[in-house]
């Protein structure tokens, strides 16, 4: 069906000297597909999903940053941090970085997934309703980060072919027609 990516940044100015830049508080990658359907062997799944788990970790993985000069690292409100006074003092340490402050949230929906594996004479069809993954820093003192997913449902059904052995011995596997029967259901 479709894919979109977007993303969304919000920007304020409010409580930053003036001539200042302004300030990103929050940021939201937001990915959205369609119904997914596909037929694959299980080498090809295994592929599939190390490649998404390659893929993940690279998103998150802070260790690939780019990493600031150490000489000036300014503040929330745009200023030396070592020497801001703006500086709330019920917060102890130093003022803190935008970055750090920086509310980021990323959210997955697939409107649901029609999986088949094959193999040979037997096949597995996961079938799976509406999608939701979120991920978001919390700023909470007990929590850093987290993690919400919800799924409508899911059917798995397992199916094995049924061969025919009077048509069997005069046709190629290629050109015979399979009968599929299910073998179990969950």
């Known amino acids: ?11 304020s100015i409010e409580g930053l000297p003036p001539g200042s830049d302004s300030l990103e508080y929050a940021w939201l990658i937001d990915v959205q597909a369609g119904s997914l359907t596909s037929k694959v062997t299980v080498p090809q799944l ?17 260790e690939f940053e780019l990493e600031r000069p150490r000489s000036l690292i300014k503040c ?5 941090q ?13 003022c803190l970085t935008s970055d750090t402050l920086k509310y980021t949230m990323t959210r997955l929906a ?3 997934a029609n999986l088949f594996i094959v193999e040979h004479s037997c096949a597995a069809n996961i079938k799976i309703g509406a999608i939701r993954l979120a991920n978001c820093n919390l700023h909470n ?8 997913a919800v799924i409508q449902n899911i059917q798995i059904r397992q199916f094995i072919e049924q061969l ?15 009968n599929w029967m299910e073998a179990g259901c969950v």
Do not use: Y
């Open 141 to 148: 003192q007990a929590i850093g980060e987290g993690v919400s």
């Open 82 to 94: 070592r020497v801001c006074e703006l500086k709330l003092d019920c917060i102890p340490g130093s």
């Open 164 to 178: 025919d052995n009077c048509r069997v011995g005069g046709q190629p596997a290629v050109l015979r027609r399979s």
């Open 76 to 80: 929330q409100h745009g200023v030396d």
């Open 46 to 62: 295994v592929c599939l999903l190390e490649w998404g788990q390659t893929f993940v970790f690279h998103v998150v993985c802070h």
């Open 1 to 11: 069906s479709g894919l979109q990516l977007r993303a969304h940044a919000m920007f």
């Open 110 to 112: 697939v409107d649901g």
